[in-house]
């Protein structure tokens, strides 16, 4: 069992930064997939970014360029550095991982999100 807890969201303007954080409990850690979705108002969750366990990111075409993942298996976290945002980035943010070398849909784990809103 892998818990996930999310930190880091708030309030931000349009061309700021955020960084979130995704602590993950269980072992095994390093051997999962990990990665953010999210959820805009009023739409569907949708994929955001994924770093394997070799550490290869994938990333959305919406965020490339200005999101960046990163992790750190001795501390059990993922990172998601958010640069230049936007309102449309507006959205909560949920952590997920999966056992393996890819993240499917829905994963095998979700954390409880954390809220980014990006004013203009």
């Known amino acids: 069992q892998v818990q996930l807890v999310e930190s880091g969201g708030g309030l931000v303007q349009a061309g700021g930064s955020l960084r979130l954080s995704c602590a993950a409990s269980?072992?095994?850690?390093?051997?999962?997939?990990m990665g953010w979705f999210r959820q805009p108002p009023g739409k569907e969750r949708e994929f955001v970014v994924s770093?394997?366990?070799?550490?290869?990111?994938y990333y959305a075409d919406s965020v490339k360029g200005r999101f960046t993942i990163s992790r750190d298996n001795a501390k059990n976290t993922v990172y998601l550095q958010m640069n230049s945002l936007k309102p449309e980035d507006t959205a909560v943010y949920y952590c997920?991982?999966?056992?393996?070398?890819?993240?499917?849909?829905?994963?095998?784990?979700w954390g409880q999100g954390t809220q980014v809103t990006v004013s203009s």
């Open positions: 269980g072992r095994s850690f390093s051997r999962y997939t």
């Open positions: 997920a991982a999966d056992p393996g070398y890819g993240l499917g849909y829905p994963p095998q784990y």
């Open positions: 770093v394997n366990w070799s550490g290869n990111p």
